[in-house]
């Protein structure tokens, strides 16, 4: 079994790590993080692409360590555009049966002018997409 997990560039989640560690151990799947930087075009960005790029790899580095400690055989990656899109492709690559994204609480405003990635991801995949939340919210 093959496990996608994403990485959120901006947000610590360790409650997703240890979800999926704990889906992995159950299913004795490989887990690929995957982290995406969200600069579709450079020329556009407030700043580098190399401040959103190495957000992006802290992340899924973090991440896979924390996976890896306990055991699990673990990769990441990270990659540019939009997150849904990016995340997508990485699954579609890996031939995934899963993918898992973390949950953050956003008012609901919010959510409508940003969009919500969780929610994209279900809207979209063709795979089963788990969505986490943090059981300390």
Same mark, same amino acid.
């Given at each position: 079994?093959?496990?996608?997990?994403?990485?959120?560039?901006?947000?610590?989640q360790p409650w997703v790590a240890e979800s999926v560690i704990s889906?992995?151990?159950?299913?004795?799947?490989?887990? /690929?993080? @995957?982290?995406?930087?969200?600069?579709?075009?450079?020329?556009? *960005?407030?700043?580098?692409?190399?401040?959103?790029?190495?957000?992006?790899?802290?992340?899924?580095?973090?991440? *896979? #360590? #924390?996976?890896?400690?306990?055991?699990?055989? @673990?990769?990441?990656?990270?990659?540019?555009?939009?997150?849904?899109?990016?995340?997508?492709?990485?699954?579609?690559?890996?031939?995934?049966?899963?993918? +898992?994204?973390?949950?953050? /609480?956003?008012?609901?405003?919010?959510? #409508?002018?940003?969009?919500?990635?969780?929610?994209?991801? @279900?809207? #979209?995949?063709?795979?089963?997409? @788990? +969505?986490?939340?943090?059981?300390h919210s």
């Open positions: 079994m093959r496990i996608i997990v994403a990485a959120k560039p901006d947000a610590d889906l992995a151990k159950q299913t004795a799947a490989e887990v /690929t993080v @995957v982290s995406v930087d969200a600069v579709e075009l450079e020329r556009l *960005a407030a700043v580098p692409r190399s401040v959103f790029t190495q957000a992006a790899e802290h992340a899924a580095a973090t991440m *896979a #360590r #924390r996976i890896g400690e306990a055991g699990i055989t @673990v990769s990441h990656t990270v990659v540019s555009g939009r997150p849904v899109d990016g995340i997508l492709d990485v699954a579609d690559r890996q031939s995934a049966d899963l993918i +898992v994204v973390g949950a953050t /609480t956003k008012p609901a405003v919010a959510e #409508r002018l940003l969009g919500s990635v969780p929610l994209d991801l @279900v809207k #979209r995949s063709t795979r089963p997409v @788990v +969505v986490i939340t943090n059981p």
